[in-house]
């Protein structure tokens, strides 16, 4: 699971408010080299949640993004290449999401995120 | 798209050529890539027909070119020199487009060249066609013939009609010009037939490209399928350039397998056609519980095949009748392991409705879902399930036999989607049952005589 996925879902247990962000706990990373995509980054810089993704990248030791985003985030390459790193190259193999509220684990394995819920929560 | 007549358009006029056999699939698609690159196009003649020909106006060779790169339907975009229903008369055409066009006729004469003469629905001897080409010798151009890349290919074309007896004469005859060629080569590139991993719910090549054509994918763009299966829609958008995501309630399908020593699954698909950079993740899901992602627009495209219980389960997650008896005041009943997830039928009217209600939270405006709609000889219009947020573009049928049906419908988000007003349960206080959908995988169960492949296009075999 890439952080960009962690970065757009969102626990949905029934009763729960306030679903997003998604705790994350990483057992296994793996760093890919996925080629930069300007054209994809410049697309969803402003769909991500930037303070989230951020600080989920420091928790697992990637601590090259700045503090806000750039005025000049749309042409600035050196910025997109880290945000590109953030999204798409840091690998969670296995791990967990967490929902803040309920408490609710959803694994990850083989880097798969199983978000499905149990009967009872639905 | 403007609806003009054939003779009071003053444009220009180009003639396309498809390949395809989905008729009604071929003007949607090359509507859907003017509209990807800005172009204006208009269609100047019915656009579902029969024949593989059909007159449109472009503004310039360029733009023509520029369409068919992207089409999977398109044969070729051809500038029409001439039409007409005899030989005789159609060698006067285009003695007449050569006079009035000197300027052209004396930059192409030089070039190299070739002609091709083909039929709609008959197969020409060498010597038929060389006799017709003979017919065009007057145009004397002095480049060479070339039959590999020449620089100007000039196409003869019959329109005789399927099934006619051999003294059926041609409705009518083009002289043309080739501007551009459609790219009927990635059929073959991405066919099923030596796609690593597989499922019997796969989509064939052709109608997944068309898919991703209707969605207006693009490089850039942030495509996901909540029903992926084997990733057929997925590989197709990341051909357009789109980075792909993909759910399923099944965790063997995405997990794929292994067969001599090697794995299968879309990773590898992926890998087999090196796009592995497209692929963003996968997903286990249940696609009934909404809300799983942010409450903001995400992604610029949403395609899909949902299933509807025929050759994939329909399932989401439920307690089945027996366990929602003993479950009460919230309680596990006894005995209950909850990591087993119990599913329970999934109608195909209340997959239509979440994925919908999905489209019209998460899509950006201006996004596309596109999908599937499984149906019957029974189908009318208002079967296809509305929301506020979404517009209807096209909706296109293809016939898998005389009493099943699938249509492609592409809707467009353009309402930004607003709590107060677009929920679920505003929406849809009732799920419309009165559909030609409804019960599908019973229906269809029950029918002796079904057939669970297409009547056309390249399935499986």
Redesign the interface.
């Known amino acids: 699971?890439?952080l960009?996925?962690h970065?757009?879902?969102?626990s949905?247990v029934k009763g729960v408010k306030n679903?997003?962000p998604l705790m994350l706990k990483a057992t296994k990373i793996t760093i890919l080299d996925?080629?930069v995509?300007f054209?994809?980054i410049?697309?969803?810089m402003g769909?991500i949640?930037y303070q989230v993704l951020r600080a989920v990248a420091i928790a697992l030791g990637y601590t090259e993004l700045p503090a806000e985003i750039p005025g000049d985030a749309d042409t600035n390459e050196d910025f997109m290449r880290k945000l590109h790193h953030a999204l798409?190259n840091i690998e969670v193999e296995e791990g967990e999401l967490q929902c803040k509220e309920s408490g609710r684990v959803f694994p990850i394995n083989?880097?798969?995120?199983?978000?499905?819920?149990?009967?009872?929560e639905? | 798209m403007e609806e003009v007549q054939q003779d009071q358009y003053n444009g220009k006029k180009y003639l396309a050529y498809f390949g395809s056999v989905h008729n009604e699939f071929r003007i949607p698609e090359i509507l859907s890539i003017a509209d990807i690159l800005n172009i204006n196009i208009t269609i100047l003649e019915e656009q579902i027909k029969v024949s593989p020909f059909v007159v449109v106006g472009l503004s310039c060779d360029s733009d023509a070119q520029r369409i068919a790169e992207r089409s999977v339907t398109l044969k070729a975009f051809l500038e029409v020199w001439g039409e007409a229903a005899t030989y005789d008369h159609l060698q006067e055409e285009v003695k007449s487009f050569a006079n009035a066009n000197r300027d052209l006729i004396e930059i192409i004469s030089p070039k190299s060249f070739k002609f091709v003469v083909e039929a709609y629905g008959r197969k020409l001897t060498k010597a038929q066609q060389v006799e017709k080409m003979d017919r065009f010798k007057f145009l004397n151009f002095s480049g060479q013939i070339a039959m590999k890349d020449p620089q100007n290919t000039f196409w003869i074309l019959e329109d005789i009609g399927e099934h006619a007896p051999p003294e059926v004469l041609p409705k009518k005859i083009y002289f043309t010009r080739e501007v551009g060629l459609g790219r009927r080569d990635l059929i073959d590139k991405y066919t099923l037939k030596r796609r690593k991993y597989l499922g019997t719910t796969s989509m064939d090549a052709e109608l997944s490209l068309i898919s991703a054509n209707q969605a207006r994918v693009r490089?850039?763009?942030?495509m996901v399928d909540p029903f992926v299966g084997t990733g057929s829609f997925l590989v197709a958008c990341a051909h357009f350039?789109a980075?792909t995501?993909g759910g399923d309630?099944d965790?063997r399908v995405?997990?794929g397998k292994t067969e001599d020593g090697e794995t299968k699954n879309i990773n590898s698909n992926f890998q087999q056609y090196e796009l592995?950079?497209f692929l963003?993740?996968?997903?286990?899901?249940?696609h009934?519980?909404?809300?799983?992602?942010?409450?903001?627009?995400?992604f610029?495209a949403i395609v899909t095949d949902p299933p509807y219980g025929v050759r994939a389960g329909a399932k989401k997650?439920?307690?089945k009748k027996q366990?929602l008896k003993r479950?009460e005041n919230?309680q596990?009943p006894e005995g209950f392991v909850?990591?087993i997830?119990?599913t329970v039928a999934y109608s195909v009217p209340e997959v239509m409705a979440d994925l919908l209600d999905f489209a019209a939270r998460n899509l950006?405006v201006g996004g596309y879902l596109v999908y599937w709609l499984p149906t019957t000889n029974d189908y009318k219009p208002s079967d296809i399930p509305t929301h506020p947020c979404l517009e209807l573009i096209a909706n296109s049928e293809q016939p898998m036999s005389t009493k099943w049906r699938r249509r492609l419908i592409t809707v467009k988000k353009t309402i930004p989607f607003d709590h107060k007003q677009h929920s679920k349960e505003l929406v849809w206080p009732e799920i419309n049952v009165d559909v030609a959908h409804a019960n599908y995988a019973m229906k269809r169960m029950n029918d002796p005589n079904r057939m669970d492949r297409p009547l056309q296009g390249s399935s499986v075999t």
């Open positions: 699971m890439k960009l996925t970065n757009i879902l969102q949905n679903g997003y996925v080629p995509n054209e994809f410049k697309n969803i769909r949640d798409q083989n880097g798969i995120p199983n978000m499905l819920l149990h009967e009872n639905v | 490089a850039g763009s942030l350039g980075v995501v309630i965790i995405l997990r592995q950079p963003l993740d996968l997903i286990r899901l249940d009934s519980t909404n809300n799983l992602w942010k409450n903001t627009p995400l610029d997650v439920g307690l366990s479950l919230d596990l909850p990591h997830t119990q950006v």
